[in-house]
Each structure stands twice: as structure tokens, then as C-alpha cells.
């Protein structure tokens, strides 16, 4: 969770139970959305000034197949965020220059809202969103504001901050700037809600996910308390340093501030992912705990040996084998799913699922990918090193960072629609 000094890939695997994620088209309330944001917080941050075409307004491009089409078009798309009852979605994307950046906001049918300025960005709850901004010469150090989506209210959050986690609810955890010291310091963060900022709390760790009922903290921390903590989003810096890096993994309840489960681990440079009943977390290393009594289990053949834990499905642990087959465990057994190697996007529908068209030993070059619905499918370009997905609450909106040239590496923002049947 700490604000990335360079651009940051998103993996090319994402997965999850496509719960708490918009319908395209429907305005029913759903849970929070299973990606929580993380940004900074600070200074008065007013909407964008200067006029830009928006994309979506514009007619589908004829080199895309039907039910494609180009919503956003940036430098870097780095996130999609939808607001806890899906009926917007926050497209964090990164300026020319580091540093710099903006939160478009979507309606259902891909038309442009609004825009902030931003670094990074949290939804509050439906309709706020608090956003980060930096200076391109200190980007340890962020401003943050909470908006109001329809522009009528912008409130500052004092201090400074070194990143922050959302959980949609009406809380986010702000961290500590993390600024390079002799002194062994330890982690901190403070928890806003709803106006309030609460005291620093140290001791604990770096928040790294909330549950998604908003009242479970993951938080990590390292066995040295001047290293700060690795925040899940910067994989880049996560897996550039040297030797694992060992510390602890604990769930705290809020506002309570009770730790639940606390457990040691050889390398904290691991995802995190909590079960949607919030009963368990999951690691990208294959660990399972129960949060319930504490008890740990292995799931067999990842970690140290390759392969990894990617989410939570229906079925299962969604998981990436040594062999590049996605498949789901549970501890009863394991099941393949057909035709997934090295990347899938599972949505809400049994019958929902974005898969590769065929393995491939190029991970950043764009790659040919089938979205399924209900029996319809089709077929769009991913750049995988970028891939950023997500499907709606229905299934019927699958939406990713793609591109319409095999020969390019661009960032377009692809909105596919696939009615059932």
C-alpha cells in the first residue's frame, strides 16, 4: 500500500467472486467491492478544469467486435473501482509525469461523470471518493480530499500521508508517510471515518485489506519495524527486493481495534485475499486461515514450489498451478477449469468467465482473450502485463484494460456486454 515511486503493473491474473461489483444497467444495492481502494490523504483538491473528450461519446470503433466498446482512453490505467453499490466506477489513471494522475468516474453506461485530480483514490461510500495528491518532487508525502460525487462538497483531511486503504463504509485507514530514516521507526496509520480521524495506532502493522463488511483489518508487519510495510498494490517494488522478508500477518476487528489472528510468516511479500463470508484469508502463497479459531492449512503444490492463490470463487480458492491451469480448491479436492491457463477473471454467474484463448510465454504482449456469458462469448485483445478487469454484479459488463491493434501495448478502457443467451 505505499505510494509506488513508479508505475506499477497490475498482475496479469486477476481473480475474484464477483461479488459487490456494478450491473451494468441496474441501480439494486450490492456489497462492497472486492478490490478496496488505497490513496493518500490532505489538501483541497478542486474537479478538473480543463475540457477533455470523452471517449465513451464517442462511436464504437469499428475494429472492435459487437458489444465492445472504448470508455476510457489514458497514459496508464492503473485501477477500477466500483462505488459500494456498483452504480459507478472510479478509473484511477497516472498523467504524463509522475506524480500526476485523475479519478474518472463512469455511470453504468460508460459515460463520463466527473474527474478528479489524483494520485490515488478510495471510495468512501456511494458518494464520495477521497483522492490523493502528491508532488512529483515528494511523493512520500499526500494530500487528501473527500468529494462529493456531484461536486457540491470537497473536504480536507489534515496531515499528511503515506498511503490508504478504503473499505467503502464510510472508513479508510491512512498511513504514515514513509520516508527513508537511520532511526528504526514503527509502523503507523490512523483510521478516518466519516469526518473523524482517529489516533495513531503503531504495533500492528500496515494496513493491507478490509474485509468485505468493512469491520476486518489485514494488516502486515515486518520483523524490522523501520522497514515499512509492503502495500499489496506495489508489486513492482514488492518483488524487486532481494531475499524474502519476514514479519507477520494479523486480522484486527474495528473499531474495537481486538486482533483476531496473528501469524508469523517467512515472506510477507504476498496478496491477501478475505472470503466473502469474511471468515477466512487466503494468501497468494496458498495459506488459508481461519479467523474463526486460527487454524492454518497449506494448500498443496504453491508457494515456494510456483503457482499461487488469486481469489475466491463460488468453488473455491481460485488458484494458478506450477503448469499455468487455473483451477479451484477446496480441501476436499481440486478441479480444473477447462481451457484456463495463466489468466482468468471468474464473474458472479456460474457460466461467467474470462479466460486466455491459449497459454502463452509472453506476459506483457497483448494476447488473445474469450469472455463467456450464459453461453454467448467473445473475443477482445488484453495487454496482460496491464491487465486491470472486473465484471458487474449480473455478468452482463466485463470490463479491462485492452487494446484494438495485436501489434500495440496500449491502455484502452473496453467495455464488453454480453446479454444472457
Known amino acids: 500500500m505505499k505510494l509506488s515511486k513508479k508505475l506499477i503493473a497490475v498482475p496479469a491474473i486477476a481473480l475474484a467472486a464477483g461479488i459487490g461489483l456494478a450491473a451494468c444497467g441496474s441501480s439494486g444495492a450490492t456489497s462492497p467491492t472486492t478490490h478496496p481502494s488505497m490513496a493518500t490523504a490532505g489538501a483541497t483538491i478542486s474537479l478538473l478544469s480543463t475540457p477533455r473528450e470523452s471517449p465513451a461519446q464517442a462511436s464504437p470503433d469499428r475494429s472492435l467486435p459487437p458489444g465492445v466498446t472504448v470508455v476510457d482512453i489514458a497514459n496508464v490505467i492503473q485501477r477500477l473501482d466500483w462505488s459500494p453499490n456498483g452504480n459507478l466506477l472510479a478509473v484511477l489513471t497516472s498523467g504524463g509525469t509522475f506524480g500526476t494522475g485523475r479519478a474518472d468516474i463512469f455511470d453504468l453506461a460508460g459515460r463520463l461523470v466527473t474527474s478528479f485530480d489524483a494520485f490515488d483514490m478510495a471510495w468512501v461510500d456511494d458518494t464520495r471518493l477521497m483522492t490523493i495528491v502528491v508532488s512529483p518532487e515528494d511523493t ?190 477446496t480441501p476436499t479436492g481440486t478441479t480444473a477449469i477447462p481451457n484456463a491457463f495463466d489468466w482468468a477473471f471468474f464473474g458472479p454467474n456460474e457460466e461467467d468467465v474470462a479466460t486466455l484463448a491459449a497459454a502463452t510465454d509472453a506476459p506483457t504482449a497483448p494476447a488473445l482473450a474469450v469472455v463467456r456469458r450464459a453461453g454467448g462469448s467473445v473475443s477482445i485483445l488484453l495487454n496482460l502485463g496491464w491487465s486491470v478487469v472486473t465484471w458487474s454484479a449480473d455478468g452482463i459488463c466485463f470490463m479491462t484494460t485492452g487494446t484494438i491493434d495485436a501489434q500495440l501495448i496500449d491502455n484502452r478502457l473496453l467495455r464488453v456486454e454480453l446479454p444472457a443467451g
Open 140 to 329: 512520500a508525502h499526500g494530500t487528501a480530499t473527500v468529494h462529493s460525487i456531484d461536486g457540491t462538497a470537497s473536504d480536507s483531511v489534515p496531515g499528511t500521508f503515506g498511503g490508504m486503504l478504503g473499505n467503502g463504509h464510510g472508513s479508510v485507514a491512512l498511513v504514515a508517510p514513509d520516508v527513508p530514516s537511520d532511526t528504526p521507526r514503527p509502523e503507523s496509520f490512523r483510521i478516518w471515518s466519516n469526518g473523524n480521524l482517529g489516533p495513531i495506532i503503531t504495533g500492528l502493522g500496515t494496513p493491507i485489506r478490509w474485509s468485505l463488511d468493512g469491520t476486518l483489518l489485514a494488516l502486515m508487519q515486518t520483523k524490522d519495524s523501520g522497514v515499512a510495510g509492503v502495500f499489496e498494490r506495489d508489486h513492482a517494488a514488492m518483488y524487486s527486493v532481494g531475499g524474502p522478508i519476514p514479519g507477520t500477518l494479523r486480522v484486527v476487528k474495528l473499531p474495537e481495534e481486538v486482533v483476531t489472528v496473528s501469524h508469523p510468516l517467512a515472506d510477507i511479500r504476498v496478496s491477501t485475499y478475505f472470503s466473502p463470508d469474511g471468515g477466512r484469508l487466503a494468501t497468494s502463497a496458498g495459506l488459508v486461515l481461519d479467523l474463526r479459531d486460527g487454524v492454518s492449512t497449506q494448500v498443496p503444490g504453491l508457494g515456494d514450489q510456483g503457482g499461487s492463490v488469486e481469489g475466491w470463487h463460488s468453488g473455491g480458492l481460485v488458484t494458478v498451478g506450477q503448469d499455468g491451469r487455473v483451477s479451484l480448491w
